[in-house]
Nanobody, 124 residues
Framework: QVQLVESGGGLVQAGGSLRLSCAAS????????MGWFRQAPGKEREFVAA????????YYADSVKGRFTISRDNAKNTVYLQMNSLNSEDTAVYYC?????????????????WGQGTEVTVSS
């Protein structure tokens, strides 16, 4: 199993930036794909970005493409989400997720492990 802990959330003004981190622990010797999801108040959890084990493949939701960047440092067992040009629609709890699989994993139901979430609030 792998345990995930997100950090880096907070309050930011519209147009600002934040970098989220997701630290993995446990059985991290196996290859695992990672993803970021978010859930706004009253809405379903939605896909934000995903990255393959090697980091060579990434994929983004249309709503964040060009503004967010997902990356990983396997030596530190950490995945990052750099978020730029934030707007009020980005306000949500952000979750990272993992699956023991080397390639991209794009759908919520495919992930096996989840963090507890970190809250991002964008003020206008």
């Amino acid at each position: 199993q792998v345990q995930l802990v997100e950090s880096g959330g907070g309050l930011v003004q519209a147009g600002g930036s934040l970098r989220l981190s997701c630290a993995a622990s446990g059985r991290t010797s196996r290859s695992y794909a990672m993803g970021w999801f978010r859930q706004a108040p009253g809405k379903e959890r939605e896909f934000v970005a995903a990255i393959s084990w090697s980091g060579g493949s990434t994929y983004y939701a249309d709503s964040v493409k060009g503004r967010f960047t997902i990356s990983r440092d396997n030596a530190k067992n950490t995945v990052y989400l750099q978020m730029n040009s934030l707007n009020s629609e980005d306000t949500a709890v952000y979750y990272c997720a993992a699956k023991y699989f080397s390639r991209l994993v794009l759908t919520l139901r495919e992930y096996d492990y989840w963090g507890q979430g970190t809250e991002v609030t964008v003020s206008s």
